[in-house]
Every structure is written in C-alpha cells, then in structure tokens.
C-alpha cells in the first residue's frame, strides 16, 4: 500500500508566488522582498513537511490497532537471517 500526501493548488499557489517574488525581488535588487518571500516558501514547506508526518503517525496508528485487533506479531524477514 502506498499513501502519500498531496499539495493542494492553494499550498501550490503559494509555494510558486514565495519563489517568483524572491526572483522578483533578487531581479529588481530589493533584498527585503527577496528575503520574505524565501521566509514564506520556507514556513509553507516547514507546514507541509509537518502535515506530511502527521499522516505517517496516523497511518501507522491505524495500522498498528488493527494488527493488535488481529493479534498479529513480528516476525523478522527469513532474509535477514545470518548463515
């Protein structure tokens, strides 16, 4: 199974804006609106980065209490043994 977490086209928006502005800003030789946008894109990535992990946890929250429902155990990998 595979879940990933997608940017949404407002959490998009903003990320393209933060990195056009910053190009702006180095372009017309304006520090301080290069440098807030950069602060933007860097807090917009730092959101997504932590939703991101927040998915993670509750996926395998889930997946841990329905095991534990099961009553299912681990078991290392047959591959993973020494000869």
Same mark, same amino acid.
């Given at each position: 199974?595979?879940?990933a &977490?997608r940017?949404?086209?407002? $959490?998009? %928006?903003v990320l /393209? *804006? +933060?990195?056009?502005?910053a190009?702006?800003?180095?372009?017309?030789?304006?520090?301080? &609106?290069?440098a807030?946008?950069? $602060?933007? %894109?860097?807090v /917009? *990535? +730092?959101a997504?980065?932590?939703?991101?992990?927040?998915?993670?946890r509750m996926l395998?929250?889930?997946?841990q209490g329905?095991a534990r429902?099961?009553?299912?155990?681990?078991?290392p990998?047959t591959?993973?043994r020494?000869?």
């Amino acid at each position: 199974m595979k879940c990933a &977490l997608r940017i949404s086209r407002l $959490a998009r %928006g903003v990320l /393209a *804006g +933060a990195a056009v502005g910053a190009a702006l800003g180095l372009q017309l030789g304006l520090p301080t &609106l290069a440098a807030t946008n950069v $602060a933007i %894109g860097v807090v /917009a *990535g +730092a959101a997504l980065l932590r939703e991101s992990v927040g998915l993670r946890r509750m996926l395998y929250d889930a997946l841990q209490g329905v095991a534990r429902r099961a009553r299912l155990h681990y078991a290392p990998s047959t591959r993973a043994r020494p000869r």
